[in-house]
């Protein structure tokens, strides 16, 4: 057989990773050397070379979308679909399996996943169950405890309080969740490889059937895998089993979510792999390869690797100031614009910004200009509301004993079952370990109900078990549109709302049957035994956890830094750059999370195949206030024979923006005392630029030092 398609298009050190024919394989590299190719090339390789079945390889990549494309891309080279692989994320493949012993781990058959927008108001609805002061013990802080211990490995009876009272409610509210969600069979996105990893540390029958079963694990962005994926990881790999990892230290960016790159160096110490490393970048302008060199040489504590490319020069990286958030849009979207002008496709630019709010500005002046475009993250189909009550029927169909559920829609459309009917039926459901479907059936029975609130209570169990009944066995389409019809969601809306709010919502609610009726279940999900309907919920829940979209056609591409990893564009704008924006103002102080900020901008410019825009504005509106700020420290951090400034310093600004009565820095020198409306009495203490646009720092006697826009700022001079 001719395989020499798989190895063709690789260099030396590529194809010795593909061919590795013993032991583990590290492959350490940096951005855009083709590790991804490499692993992709890999499963080709063993399928066609090493007859390895689809069905004895288990890939893991970071999100949904890179999980599909590598499928494509396996596709594409074996010229067939390799059905029976697992290609998955950690939480997709720990749920298939648990899905597959759910009895094992002692969870329903039906056991739902919880979204982390459910969660929070699972957390919320325990701490105030509990009684407690919801200023001392936020769900959000709350939440982020109980992931936290979940990703270390740790369950209540772990965590060492130290008979502090503080920490011991802490952990008893995360006992208390943790009853609810076992309760209701809900599970909770670190609940599902916990789970996991419990059944294979406790079961010796599961954890060798698995261990025949994956002879090759292979996994992609492995400098962001968590504790418990690596502890996952180690148990699956028995003596047999060959692992095929991928990484770079230098891209590890979810250290604030759990990701330990010290992974990278524990599998080193733990498998003794053969260690491969690519050194040439496929990717992008030698510019920008070194600009991003420049920029992560900062960072301490690497494990340093070399980078080159035989690519072009290219362009500078073209940096430009703007005066404020509208300007560097206008900008961005301008230069968009001559990109199609001059034949590029949308698709091939992207917006890359530090957070999800700065995409609104870029979406208005896309809009202005008739370009298509996607954001990525943020609110997507599956967080909307309406598609979430619309799912939660769906899912008391499948399960009513989810709570989490029957919370959201037992009174949407209102029906008259007020918090106080509501609180009985938890107190009932508490005080006997049941379900709220279990307890409103019991209190309906016992007559425990005023008579309007049983006879609403009534007619929603009812409506619930009639949808049961009837649906059971059609086809999930038709569930679908008949949960949407028969709880009357567009009549509530249209009650509730303006009519375009409305309209957009019903427009949801049918694309959501769409979804529904043409939805192809995963082959490998069937053969775990799912139904459609599991498979389908199940989807939309991980799915609404990951930030990242849908695949999409021609359209200009929006997203933050974080869900760009992986991705590569001919043309990357990188947005806001700015000192509290990026590095965002939580990381300034902390030197460990500093570097991880770099880290991002070493993502993000290393996303950039041919330009590299870089911009920020020196005011923006913040949390309702106008802010002015300092260019990224990043910025500086690019050798200057490299860029381009666009708008060089700020002496040609034109003046802009509200002038009355500003004081011309040519009257103000450093020394002056001036007054500010808000801030104060203050000294200048540096001045940069000259007239309305010169920037001022001032030191303000209460409010401390800070830059101004002399234009903008009204100061009084008082000396
Ligand atoms: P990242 O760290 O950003 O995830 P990566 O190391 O996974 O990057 P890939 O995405 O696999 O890199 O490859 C980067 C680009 O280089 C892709 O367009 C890929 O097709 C191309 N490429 C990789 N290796 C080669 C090669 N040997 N010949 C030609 N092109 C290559
Ligand atoms: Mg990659």
């Known amino acids: ?27 350490l590299a940096g951005a855009g050397s ?67 012993h759910a009895a094992e781990v002692g969870l329903p058959e039906t056991f739902q996943i919880l979204d982390s927008d459910d969660q929070y108001r699972l957390v919320r609805r325990v701490i105030r169950d509990m009684e407690l002061d919801e200023g001392e013990f936020p769900a959000r802080p709350m939440q982020g405890f109980i992931n936290h211990h979940k990703d270390e490995g740790r369950r209540p009876e772990h965590i060492e309080t130290f008979d502090h009272a503080f920490q011991a409610r802490q952990v008893a509210i995360y006992r208390n969740y943790q009853d609810y969600c076992e309760r209701s069979g809900l599970v909770d996105f670190a609940e599902l490889m916990l789970r996991t990893l419990e059944l294979l540390r406790d079961n010796d029958a599961r954890r060798t059937h698995y261990r025949d079963r994956f002879g090759h694990i292979l996994i992609d ?13 180690r148990l699956l790999a028995g003596p047999q089993n060959r692992l095929f990892v991928v990484g770079d230290d230098d891209q590890s960016i979810y250290g604030w979510r759990g990701a330990r790159v010290e992974n990278v160096a524990h599998f080193s110490r733990d498998f003794d792999p053969v260690m491969v490393r690519l050194e040439q970048n496929y990717r992008s302008t030698a510019t920008i390869l070194e600009a991003a060199n420049r920029v992560i040489d900062h960072n301490d504590q690497r494990m340093g690797k070399n980078l080159w490319t035989e690519g072009e020069r ?93 919370e959201r829609v037992v009174n949407l459309p209102a ?33 425990g109900f005023t008579a309007r609130a049983g006879a609403a209570m009534r007619a ?13 066995d059609s086809a999930l389409g038709e569930a679908m549109a ?43 999900d069937e053969q775990a035994g799912l139904s459609p309907m599991a498979s389908f919920l199940a989807q939309a829940a991980l ?126 020198s450093l020394g002056a005392t001036v007054r500010h409306a808000r801030f104060g009495i203050g000294t200048v203490i540096n001045i940069e630029g000259q007239g309305s646009a010169a920037r001022l720092q001032i030191n303000f006697e209460s409010a401390g030092p800070k830059w101004l826009v002399s234009g903008y700022a009204n100061l009084e001079r008082l000396d």
């Not at 001719?2 to 990773?17: G, K, Y």
């Not at 962005?221 to 990881?233: C, I, S």
């Open 1 to 27: 057989m001719d395989v020499s398609h798989l190895l063709d298009d690789l260099n030396e050190p590529q194809r010795e990773a593909v061919t590795a024919d013993e032991g583990h394989v590290l492959v």
């Open 460 to 472: 929603f169990l009812q409506l619930i078990g009639q949808l049961e009944a009837e649906h059971r």
């Open 543 to 668: 799915e609404a956890g990951e930030h990242q979209g849908e695949r999409w056609q021609d359209c200009v591409q929006l997203m933050t830094l974080h869900s760009a990893k992986g991705l590569e564009f001919p043309l990357v704008f990188m947005a806001g750059m700015e000192e509290g924006l990026f590095p965002h103002q939580k990381s300034i102080e902390d030197p460990e999370r500093l570097a991880e900020e770099r880290r991002l901008c070493y993502v993000g410019m290393t996303r950039a195949m041919r330009q590299l825009y870089i911009c920020h504005a020196e005011s923006r509106m913040l949390r309702g206030q106008t802010s002015f700020s300092r260019p990224s420290r990043f910025l500086t951090e690019i050798p200057e024979a490299l860029t381009e400034n666009l708008r060089p310093g700020l002496r040609t600004a034109p003046a802009r923006g509200p002038m009355d009565g500003p004081i011309e820095t040519g009257a103000l």
């Open 314 to 406: 290219g362009d500078p990286i073209r940096i430009f100031s703007a005066y404020n958030a509208e300007e560097e849009a206008d900008f961005v979207v301008a230069r968009i614009h001559d990109w199609i002008e001059q034949g590029g496709q949308p698709s091939e630019s992207a917006v890359l910004y530090r957070s999800n709010a700065q995409s609104r500005l870029f979406e208005q002046a896309l809009l202005r200009e008739d370009i298509p475009y996607r954001v990525y993250g943020g609110l997507r189909f599956f967080e909307r509301a309406e598609v979430k009550d619309a799912m939660a029927y769906l899912r008391l169909l499948h399960n009513p004993h989810d709570d989490a559920a029957f």
């Open 34 to 100: 083709g590790k991804t190719r490499v692993l992709v090339h890999r499963i080709a390789w063993l399928i066609q070379v090493h007859h390895v079945s689809p069905m004895g390889l288990l890939a893991v990549t970071f999100t949904n979308k890179a999980a599909g494309e590598m499928r494509n891309r396996v596709a594409r080279l074996l010229n067939l679909r390799p059905d029976g692989l697992w290609i998955g994320t950690f939480h997709g493949i720990c749920h298939r399996i648990l899905r597959m």
């Open 482 to 524: 008949a949960v949407v019809e028969r709880a009357e969601l567009a009549a509530w809306y249209q009650s509730r709302e303006p009519a375009d709010r409305a309209e957009a919502r019903e427009e949801n609610l049918a694309e959501l049957v769409r979804a529904a009726d043409s939805f192809n279940q995963p082959f490998e």
């Open 221 to 233: 962005e492995f400098q962001d895998t968590n504790t418990l994926q690596y502890a996952l990881v």
């Open 415 to 447: 029906r008259g079952i007020g918090e106080r009917t509501l609180s009985l039926v938890r107190d009932h459901a508490r005080g006997r370990g049941q379900s709220l479907y279990e307890a409103a059936s019991a209190l309906i029975a016992e007559g």
